[in-house]
């Protein structure tokens, strides 16, 4: 699989959508959200450029992409007006994620977004607002040499830049059998392998950005994450679940099982251990916060049941499951899922182990 070319969440404003179905990870943001704030305007009141450059890494569609915009904006904009009694900054906000995003939907939103700020025209000099979308990897360079503030990334990182290869043995067979990525029945061989992959990946990602951002500038990643052994539960209980779906579908005849063998996900979360490890190898940040939160049930929506859980699973997913399987197999799939989700879940509270690092450019 291409992941360049096939990786992305499901598009549009439709049922199945990331936009309609990216609460999970609204919540996340929400919770670190003190963090974001805190972060940019150390960095603003350290740095106040005349135009703020800001990136969103891995930015998606829906609601989530421009509310951390906006959360970055108004928090700038308030301290400039209510407290340095100055006006704010103007923000160059580029806006990143693989090509095959649903770009056309995050600019179609803009000018509501640009009403919005501007608090439905009550305001006398609202902050000036600069889009630009930048589609690539950020596992590589997206940006010109030192020409970034601040990088904010969210529920990205933890997507590998490919399916780790040496998943096979010599004679041929897939030694993660029936699993989707690091499982608790995978083997070592399947552990090390991921592992790798996401230390090269993470590498280039922070010699990318240390090149990009200017010396003192800052990022806000937030990842899935795990606390202890990479095949506890938490995030893998999702992936679990979905393989027992597909083994479902084997049973019934749906689905090949060789298929199934042959469908691993470029996804691995990693221990704050190994996320200093990389920090530190890399040498060009200083770690200033290094953060394990959890996201579990959200009482204010409708994340409650594994209907609505297979349907945020389903957002990210269908996109490569269409292009592995075939388009068929969905619906069946996922209404497979919901079920086992809402046996599941009626017995516990899955919570999902996520990581918030903020690292600063020191040199
Ligand atoms: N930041 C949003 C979206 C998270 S979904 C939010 O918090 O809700 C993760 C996004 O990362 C997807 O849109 C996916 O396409 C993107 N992504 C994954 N790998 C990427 C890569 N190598 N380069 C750029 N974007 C990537």
Redesign the pocket.
């Known amino acids: 699989m291409d ?2 070319k096939v ?3 499901k598009g549009g404003l439709g049922e199945t959508s ?1 936009a309609r179905n ?1 609460s999970h ?2 919540k ?2 929400e919770m670190v959200k003190h963090i974001t704030i805190e972060t940019i305007i150390d960095l603003y009141l350290t740095s106040t450029p005349h135009t703020l450059a800001i990136a ?7 609601p ?2 421009l509310s ?1 915009v906006e959360q970055i904006v108004d928090a700038v904009d308030e301290r400039c007006c209510r407290y340095l009694l100055q006006s704010s900054p103007e923000f160059q906000v580029f806006l ?3 090509p ?2 649903d770009f056309n939907s995050i600019f179609m939103a803009l000018p509501d977004f640009r009403a919005k700020l501007n608090k439905g025209g009550s305001r006398e000099a609202c902050p000036c607002v600069f889009f630009a979308g930048v589609p ?4 590589g360079r997206l940006f010109p040499n030192r020409s970034l503030h601040f990088i ?6 933890h ?3 490919q399916v780790p290869p040496a998943l096979m043995d010599e004679s041929g067979t897939w030694l993660n059998k029936g699993k989707m990525c690091v499982s608790e029945s995978s083997p070592p061989l399947v552990s090390k392998a991921y592992f790798m992959q996401f230390q090269q ?1 993470f590498s280039l990602f922070l010699k990318s950005r240390s090149e990009e951002l200017i010396s003192g500038g800052r990022m806000v990643l ?1 990842l899935l994450g795990r606390s202890g052994h990479q095949r506890e539960m938490g995030h893998t209980f999702y992936w679990e679940m979905l393989a027992r779906a597909f083994a479902c579908m084997v049973s019934s005849g749906e689905v090949e099982e060789e298929s199934v063998d042959s469908y691993n996900v ?1 996804f691995y979360a990693p221990s704050m251990e190994e996320i200093e490890g990389l920090v530190h190898a890399d040498g060009s940040f200083r770690i200033d916060r290094l953060e394990m939160f959890e996201i579990g049930r959200d009482d204010s929506n409708s994340m409650q049941d594994g209907g609505s859980m297979a349907m945020a699973v389903r957002a ?1 997913q269908e996109p490569m499951i269409r292009h592995h399987f075939s388009e068929g197999i969905v619906d069946g799939l996922f209404q497979q899922y919901a079920e086992m989700l809402d046996a599941e879940m009626a017995k516990r509270e899955i919570k999902v182990p996520s990581l918030v690092v903020v690292l600063r450019k020191s040199k």
């Open positions: 992941v360049e990786f992305h969440m990331y990216s990870q609204k996340g943001l969103d890494l891995g930015c998606s569609s829906g989530n992409t951390v990143n994620d693989l095959a995003n690539g990897s950020f596992y904010h990334s969210s529920f990205g990182l997507w590998l830049s990946d937030i470029p990210i």
